[in-house]
């Protein structure tokens, strides 16, 4: 029987390529460089889907250009972002992307940093690499508890409730805001603020937990930053592009900001070089579901979408415009 025709743009977890090369007649890129559209739209040729990664931008140019061939491309995140859904839809090519399985390995993540931007990690961890720490002093290296701190969780949704979980365990109070206000078992006693700006005024952290939208992006800038508490912390484990790089570096530079933890950058790997002197800029490299078993998870659901689809069944993560 004809095995649907499926282009994979990045190296994957072996036993992911293992399950698609059983199941597809898969083209894998075995050296994992970034393909460029061109590359991406050579890959599509002759082939029934695509498995592609959040660093294809998967614009509506390239989607126009694809051949007539691909009718699903299952992206291998949970964000979308870099995908244009409503070309996709007006080409008749539908979406698919991996909810759930990543959700607690970003949630940890977003502890890591809290914890990393508020104890100083970054300044710390190069004092004793660098051979500067000389002894244990009273009031060295000082940083901020985050035991009984208000924690603001930008969008409430399964990576900010987990988040929410653990933050708990820490002794901290929950606010949130989101567009829609969770039904009360989901809040599990989180208080709900009906602005973004109203959450901003009690986040003595605040963690991005939200997509990036037309709505969202550039949300944390000059005016919501001067919002937050003096000496705030900001995490974001979403997307780069929700925050005003040079509002924050500037912010951060002026101790206005106490610390940022973060994981997600604008243009990424080439993110805004004004973090990189900044001692109270604890910064990841977009870890959030880099564990195996999570990109093993991430996997096997994108491929669980390309299955149904290819035997005549909507697929479970369907995304739409
Ligand atoms: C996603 O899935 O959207 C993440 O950013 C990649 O881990």
Do not use: Q
């Not at 007649?25 to 040729?45: H, R, S, V």
């Not at 484990?237 to 950058?265: C, K, M, N, P, Y």
Request: charged residues 25%; glycine residues 8%.
């Amino acid at each position: 029987m004809h095995r649907p025709r499926l282009f994979v743009t990045r190296k994957l977890p072996p036993a992911v390529e293992a399950r698609a090369a059983r199941d597809y007649e898969a083209i894998f890129n075995t050296n994992d460089g970034l393909p460029a559209a061109d590359e991406i739209l050579k890959g599509a040729e002759g082939k029934d889907g695509l498995l592609v990664t959040v660093t294809d931008r998967v614009n509506a140019d390239l989607i126009r250009a694809l051949p007539e061939s691909v009718r699903i491309i299952a992206t291998f995140s949970v964000g979308y972002d870099h995908i244009d859904v409503a070309a996709a839809k007006a080409r008749g090519i539908i979406v698919t992307n991996t909810p759930d399985v990543l959700t607690d390995a970003t949630a940890e993540i977003a502890m890591l940093l809290m914890l990393g931007a508020a104890r100083n990690a970054t300044s710390s961890i190069a004092a004793l690499r660098g051979g500067k720490w000389k002894n244990w002093a009273p009031t060295g290296m000082l940083g901020t508890e985050l035991t009984g701190k208000r924690l603001g969780i930008l969008g409430l949704g399964r990576i900010g409730r987990a988040t929410a979980k653990r933050a708990r365990a820490f002794g901290m109070a929950i606010h949130y805001h989101s567009r829609k206000r969770l039904p009360e078992e989901l809040e599990e006693g989180a208080i709900y603020h009906e602005s973004a700006d109203d959450l901003f005024r009690v986040s003595d952290v605040l963690s991005i937990h939200c997509a990036s939208t037309p709505e969202t992006r550039g949300l944390i800038n000059r005016r919501t930053i001067a919002l937050l508490p003096e000496g705030a912390i900001i995490v974001n484990t979403a997307r780069g592009d929700i925050v005003d790089d040079d509002a924050l570096i500037e912010a951060l530079a002026s101790g206005r900001i106490g610390a940022a933890g973060l994981d997600v950058f604008n243009n990424e790997p080439n993110f805004h070089p004004g973090y990189l002197p900044l001692p109270n800029a604890f910064l990841l490299p977009h870890l959030g579901s880099a564990t195996l078993e999570t990109r093993n998870a991430m996997g096997f659901r994108a491929l669980d979408n390309l299955d149904a689809f290819f035997a005549g069944s909507t697929p479970r993560d369907l995304v739409t415009a």
